[in-house]
Structures are given as C-alpha cells and as structure tokens.
C-alpha cells in the first residue's frame, strides 16, 4: 500500500502541551492517530515523523524522494515549524531531490503573526501550501495529496 509522509520539524512535539491558544490542545500523538485513521479512510499508510534538528528533516526527504521515485510514496505533508523561515537546506532538499510533492502545513495563520514568519523558504519549492487552519489542515493536506494523478 502506498504511503503519505508526514513530518513536523522542531519544537511540534510540544503541540498540545503549551501555547493552545496559538497551536490548540491536540498533542502529536493525537494528530498521528489523526492522520493514520484519515489515510486508511483514502487507502493509504502513514509515516510519521518528528524532528528538532535540521538535517534529520534533509535526510528524511532524501529518502522520501527516493521512495516517491519508487512508487512507493504519494507525497509530504511538511510542517517545518520554525525552519521554515530560515531553512535554505530544507529548499534545496525539496528541489534537489526532483518532483517530490510537498504540501506546506502550518497549524497557525503565520501571516497574522510577526513578520518575520511571513517568509517561507519552503513555500517556492511545495505542490501546495495550508496556513492557518489548525490540526486540520494536515487533514486536507492529505486529501489533496490523495486526488492527485
Ligand atoms: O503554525 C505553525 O504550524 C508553525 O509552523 C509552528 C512553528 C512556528 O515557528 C511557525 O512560524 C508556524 C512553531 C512550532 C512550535 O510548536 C509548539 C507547539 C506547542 C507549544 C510550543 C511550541
């Protein structure tokens, strides 16, 4: 069975434990439960994964690549949380691996916040962007992954 892919970069493991006016009260655990029910409802596997550092999330798209090269991938749901506005390696990872669908997942509206969170490295490089939408969005992510050709 094909997979979808989703990943949360740094500081996302503390989602429903602080900040829930910003992030609300659903913990990752919850999301995963989340989205594993809403890709078996599609047909699909989830991989989950979460991590704090930069170059764990680089690798992990390499291998996503790879495996959507294979047949074996539907396509990224990417929350890269903070490293969104300062990752230039997350940007070329997504290019450089070639072809890759990306759907940028952000749980909060960034534009409605400081400034410095209305740039996206990420954004010139996703299939599709989600702002602001809470745990949700992740939810849709997946359904536009799934009604892609
Ligand atoms: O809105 C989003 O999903 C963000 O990607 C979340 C990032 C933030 O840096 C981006 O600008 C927007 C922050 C993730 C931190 O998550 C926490 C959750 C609960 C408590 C503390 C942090």
């Given at each position: ?5 989703i990943?949360n970069g740094?500081?996302?493991?503390l ?13 990752l655990?919850?999301?995963e439960?989340?989205c594993?029910?809403?890709a ?6 989830v ?5 704090n550092?930069?170059g764990?999330l ?28 300062t ?9 450089g691996?070639?072809?890759?669908p ?12 400081e400034?410095f ?12 962007i989600?702002?602001?939408?809470g ?9 536009v992954?799934a009604?892609r050709?």
């Amino acid at each position: 069975m094909k997979k979808i892919l989703i990943m949360n970069g740094p500081n996302l493991n503390l989602l429903g434990t602080r900040e829930p006016e910003k992030y609300g009260t659903t913990t990752l655990a919850d999301l995963e439960v989340m989205c594993r029910k809403q890709a078996a409802d599609m047909g699909y596997e989830v991989d989950f994964f979460q991590s704090n550092y930069e170059g764990a999330l680089v690798d992990k798209i390499h291998e996503a690549g790879k495996a959507y090269k294979a047949g074996q991938l539907k396509g990224v749901v990417f929350n890269p949380g903070a490293y969104t506005h300062t990752s230039i390696a997350l940007h070329d990872a997504i290019v450089g691996v070639g072809g890759l669908p990306v759907i940028e997942t952000h749980i909060s509206n960034v534009h409605a916040r400081e400034s410095f969170r209305h740039h996206s490295y990420i954004s010139p490089a996703a299939a599709g962007i989600i702002v602001g939408c809470g745990v949700y969005g992740y939810i849709v992510a997946m359904q536009v992954l799934a009604n892609r050709p």
